[in-house]
Structure formats: structure tokens, C-alpha cells
């Protein structure tokens, strides 16, 4: 157990394990996000209230959902870079912000764009759609932040403070469309309820949900992987990786 | 700065309680502050000025002042909250003192939370004060005067400790004032929409009650966790430095 995690702070070993993993999990995202999306956009049963405008929840559920995912995952991921001061907790959170940035934006565009033909307007200031557009700034600070301090490791340990600050939003995003009488429908999926909608709806959302999650985990890795090349690179290992190819 | 305005942290005794080191600290802060009188003006001349600006720059009829007054003095104190918290750490920061307060036995957070409260005191406060003018300037009626008095009373707290994370966070960096208001805003606006929400809520005739709670609730879950954070982000910068 105790060898595990310490095995698990070491970029080298990181760095050997994710590369076997990497392929599997590309593989993996895009069946399971192409067959996701292509079932719900072409075979999924028709909405009888909106129509076909709905399919768009394929794209958009996914990337809202991983957008606050992403943060979570990140603000873990800081608790442990203060409490443990784990190499590997930080190289996670600097690569994966500006994924996170980037899903938030896409959830928010995509959310636009169905909130046109069914709500009438591009945006209104409704508290899930406020919120999400904190989150957005969330990520911004904190990619900010970490290009604006130069020392890596103070650089890491702030970032980390202030993703953990921000988690206060998440709750606030999770339960604005219970707590305030909001335009923008509760939630798809509950882990407690069966979905509101017929499976063949939530079957292929739910495999473009787990595609996506596939892929960001090998965005992730790559990105990692990057940055620990950058971050080691005076060490053996990385020498001897840029001359042979192989850890 | 010579040493005669800003006298030295004396505390260095681990004899000295926490609360006398919190009280010292406190005084210090006020004494320093009221011997640069100028510094305490300027955020509230920044608040009446940006004020100004709304009637000016939209519209003065009486019918969207007082409809959007409550929103445009909570922007205002907002901003110049925001604006005022460089000085919270910066002085300290250049001179050494802060090194020192760091090196104290007595738990950092509680000598934060001393100087943020000092903080608060200097700019929050006066800002309350000033807010019953502006709102008849305003029109807006005195019922929902005196509830945005006690919103901002409940909220420019909420706004320095949450302020102080970020102005300890950036400190010694380069552009640290766009970074701090970068950092702090999206946290700002929970208050600032609660803030302006109790306004209206009152004026439409509903009962405040739970908007108040709630703004009270952001209040002691910042007074609580706040100075941790504030501490940890201090030790940070300092290292770095």
C-alpha cells in the first residue's frame, strides 16, 4: 500500500505507467464518445417538445458534466500537493486547467446555442448559466496565477490554495437548478433516481458522458507527460528517454 | 518609510497571549493607517466617484436610479474594496514587518484575521457610513436604504477576508493589482448577488429574513476559514520572495 503511494509521487514511474495506459484510453474515449454521439445524433428518438434541437445535449451534458468534474478532480488533487507536497498533484493541476477552461467554454457556447431555438435567447443571467461563467473565471485565475509566479513550487502551492477557495462554486453550480427557480432543467443523471428520460436518450448519453471522461484522462496524461519532460529534464531518465525513445 | 510612521511589530515574546498579539497588531494597523490620512480617503473618493459615474453615464431619471441604485452602490464598494487591498499587505510586505509577523509564536491566521478586521475597519466601515448620502443621491427610499446599509455592513466583511487570500496570494508579484482583481471577483459575486438581492427583495415587500441569513452565513464561513487560507498563501509568497 505504502509502496503504491509513493510509487505514485514519482514522475518517473508516472511517466512509464501512463504510456501504456494512454493508448487504451484514446481508444476507449473515442469508441464509446463516436458511438455515443453518432446513436444519440442520427437514431435517438425525436423530442416531442423540442424536436431536434435537443440532440445537442449529447455535446452539452458531456462537457458541463466534465467541466465541474475537472475542477473537483483538481481541487483534490491541490489538497494533496499542500498536505503531502506530492510532485505529481501539481504537474495534474497545472495540465489539466486549461482543459477544464476549455470544457467550461464549450459547455457555455453549446448551452447558448440550445438555449436559442428552445428559451428564445442566446444567454440569460440565470444561476446555473452565472455560475458555470464563474467557473470559467475560476480557471482563468488559476491558469493566471500559476503563468504569473515564476518559481514552480511556490507557483504550485498557490494555485493550489486557490482552486481549493474556489470549490465553494461547485456546490453552488450542482444545486442552483434545485435552489433557485431557474430556466435551465435539472439535473440528467442522479446516482439515486432513474433518469427522467427513455433509455434510448440516456444510454447514449450516458457512453458519450464515459467517452469523454476516456479522453480527457488521455489529455491528461498527455499533458502530464509534457510537463514532467520540461520539469525533469536535467534528470537521467528523461536523457536517456529523448535518446532511446523508451523509459 | 521612515520608521517613525511605521513603527515595528513588539510582540516578540511567545509570553504574549494570542489575543494581546491580535490587539497589538490591530492597533498598530490603525495607528499607521491614521498617520496616512490620504490612504483612508482615497478608496472612499474612488466610491463616490465611480457613483457619479452611473447617472452621468446612463441615465439620471429618478425612475432607473432608484431601480438600480442598491446594485450600483454595492458595485461601487465593491470595487473600491477590491482597490484598497493591495495596501493590506503590500507596506508590510516591503519593509519586513510581514517576515516578522510570520516568524511570531502566535498562529498567523489569527494575526491575519487582526489585520483584516483593522482592514475593514479602515475601509468597509467608512464605506457604510457614507452610503446613507449616496443613496438619497440615488433615490432611492429609506427603507431600502437602510437595508443596503446592513447588507454592506454584513458584506464588506465577507469582502476584505475573502480580499485578503487574494492580496496574499499576489503579493510580490508583477502586475499583482490586475492579477488580484482577476483572482477575487468570481468570488465576490455570491456576495454581491445576495447583497443587491436583500435590496430588492425588500422593496418588492418580501421578507428579507433568509437573504440575510444567508449573507450572515458567508460571513462566518469566511470569518472561519478565510484567515487559514490567507496564512497559507502568505507563507507561500514569502517563500517565493
Same mark, same amino acid.
Given at each position: 500500500m505504502w509502496q503504491f503511494f509513493h510509487k505514485l509521487g514519482s514522475p518517473k514511474w508516472f511517466f512509464g505507467i501512463s504510456t501504456r495506459f494512454m493508448p487504451w484510453l484514446l481508444a476507449g474515449g473515442i469508441l464509446l464518445l463516436m458511438s455515443g454521439v453518432i446513436w444519440g445524433l442520427a437514431f435517438a428518438p425525436k423530442d416531442y &417538445?423540442?424536436?431536434?434541437?435537443?440532440?445537442?445535449i449529447f455535446i452539452h451534458v458531456p462537457t458541463a458534466f466534465m467541466a465541474q468534474s475537472v475542477y473537483i478532480m483538481m481541487a483534490s488533487a491541490a489538497l494533496v500537493t499542500l498536505v503531502w507536497r506530492m510532485k505529481l498533484a501539481d504537474v495534474f493541476v497545472k495540465a489539466v486547467a486549461p482543459v477544464g477552461l476549455v470544457l467550461t467554454f464549450l459547455a457555455l457556447f453549446t448551452g447558448a446555442v440550445w438555449g436559442?431555438? #428552445?428559451?428564445? #435567447?442566446?444567454?440569460?443571467?440565470d444561476a446555473r448559466l452565472t455560475s458555470m461563467l464563474i467557473l470559467l473565471f475560476l480557471y482563468g485565475g488559476v491558469i493566471a496565477l500559476d503563468r504569473a509566479i515564476n518559481d514552480e513550487k511556490s507557483a504550485a502551492r498557490a494555485v493550489a490554495v486557490l482552486v481549493l477557495v474556489g470549490v465553494v462554486n461547485i456546490p453552488i453550480i450542482k444545486y442552483s437548478v434545485e435552489w433557485w427557480n431557474t430556466l435551465h432543467q435539472p439535473a #440528467?443523471?442522479? &446516482?439515486t433516481e432513474k433518469p427522467s428520460m427513455p433509455a434510448e436518450m440516456w444510454v447514449p448519453l450516458l457512453l458519450s458522458v464515459l467517452g469523454l471522461y476516456l479522453i480527457f484522462g488521455w489529455l491528461a496524461c498527455v499533458r502530464m507527460q509534457t510537463e514532467i519532460l520540461s520539469r525533469e529534464q536535467r534528470t537521467r531518465w528523461v536523457k536517456e528517454f529523448v535518446m532511446k525513445g523508451r523509459v | 518609510m521612515n520608521a517613525e510612521v511605521r513603527p515595528a511589530v513588539r510582540l516578540? @515574546? @511567545? @509570553?504574549?497571549g494570542v489575543l494581546a498579539a491580535m490587539k497589538g497588531v490591530f492597533a498598530r494597523d490603525m495607528r499607521v493607517a491614521f498617520r496616512q490620512r490620504q490612504d483612508l480617503l482615497n478608496p472612499l473618493l474612488f466610491f463616490v466617484m465611480v457613483v457619479t459615474l452611473f447617472p452621468l453615464g446612463v441615465s439620471p431619471e429618478v425612475s432607473f436610479l432608484s431601480e438600480a441604485g442598491a446594485g450600483i452602490l454595492w458595485v461601487a464598494a465593491l470595487l473600491s474594496v477590491l482597490l484598497s487591498l493591495d495596501h493590506l499587505f503590500r507596506h508590510d510586505f516591503d519593509d519586513g514587518t510581514l517576515e516578522q509577523l510570520v516568524l511570531q509564536p502566535q498562529p498567523l491566521f489569527l494575526l491575519i484575521l487582526a489585520k483584516t478586521i483593522a482592514h475593514w475597519m479602515l475601509t468597509g466601515l467608512p464605506l457604510v457610513i457614507l452610503t446613507p448620502v449616496l443613496g438619497v443621491m440615488v433615490h432611492l427610499d429609506g427603507n431600502s436604504i437602510a437595508i443596503l446599509c446592513l447588507t454592506l455592513l454584513i458584506g464588506t466583511p465577507v469582502l476584505s477576508l475573502i480580499g485578503a487570500i487574494g492580496a496574499a496570494l499576489t *503579493?510580490? *508579484?508583477? @502586475?499583482?493589482g490586475v492579477l488580484l482583481s482577476l483572482l477575487i471577483i468570481p468570488l465576490y459575486i455570491p456576495v454581491l448577488i445576495f447583497g443587491t438581492g436583500t435590496v430588492a427583495a425588500a422593496a418588492e415587500g418580501a421578507s428579507v429574513g433568509a437573504y440575510l441569513a444567508l449573507m450572515g452565513a458567508f460571513l462566518m464561513l469566511a470569518l472561519t476559514l478565510a484567515p487559514f487560507a490567507a496564512a497559507a498563501a502568505l507563507k507561500i509568497s514569502l517563500s517565493n520572495a
Open positions: &417538445l423540442q424536436g431536434n434541437s435537443y440532440r445537442i436559442k431555438p #428552445t428559451w428564445g #435567447t442566446w444567454w440569460i443571467w #440528467t443523471f442522479k &446516482l | 516578540a @515574546s @511567545s @509570553s504574549v *503579493l510580490g *508579484l508583477r @502586475s499583482a
